[in-house]
């Protein structure tokens, strides 16, 4: 089986412990690895550093420069480079267990998934603020609702590809400034009957730069996360429904604050709801038209 794993990067010396890790991978048996990094850079300056810190892995690479500054271009210049059954996606700041891609293809064979995800567990350094590494904020791992995974994420996936060829699935480029390009990726792919599975024991770990340790980063983040959530519902739902949709979101966001009221005491919990405040704020917004915010 040959399995490819993108890595997109822009600009990131952290790339190379993210190459060391899966150069450390423990594989199993029949299973032949190559990794795509795709350069998201306007020049491929990086090339040079990419391939040696790759040979020093032990790695087969495919370097691939995407320019410039838009994951989603990134992200398809790896769909396009994959010639696996499997294409699974990490950041370049983060790195994996050995055992990593081993839990992601036996969750795929076990249940026949389209993609399977693994959780992300966030690494706080000792400046990070208290009540942010209490909350662990930043840990990502897949949410249920109805007892589905609707949507997921690029940090931690191993995909399936006759998924995605046969649904023609790409990554938005309008979105690859904004964020919110994966989560659309896999809301069509669930949209369209895919599913998608949990390996909980495929971890990856990811470092916490300064600049998203504060409570207005965490705010954004969510608000623009719900405004990708509301340009699904407003592509599913016209007039006087679209206006419940609404205001079921106001009223969820009206539970929010008021849980962050009660929670005045507690910096992490409050900011908890806040967070979650702020991405059913986001709906609304979007439902109302509002153009969405370019987080990166």
Known sequence: MNVDV????????AVAETLASLGALTLPPGVALRVIVADNDETPEAEARIRTAA?????????VHAPSRNISLARNACLD??????LAFLDDDETVTPGWLAALLAEAARGGWDAVLGPVKAVYGPDAPGWLAAGDFHSTAPVEAGGRILKGYAGNVLIRMDAVRSRGLRFDLARGRQGGEDDDFFYRLTDSDGMIGFAPDAL??????????SLKWLLKRSFR?????????ESRFRGPARLAQIGVAGAKGGVCLAGAAASALSPARRSKWLVRGSLHAGVVARLAGLKELQLY
């Open 6 to 13: 993108g890595v997109c990067t822009y600009k990131r010396i």
């Open 81 to 86: 480079a994959a010639r696996g059954e499997f």
């Open 204 to 213: 990856a770990y990811e470092p916490v730069p300064p600049g998203r340790q």
């Open 55 to 63: 040979e020093t892995s032990g790695l087969d690479l495919a370097y």
């Open 225 to 233: 996360t719900g405004q990708t959530h509301g340009a699904r519902l």
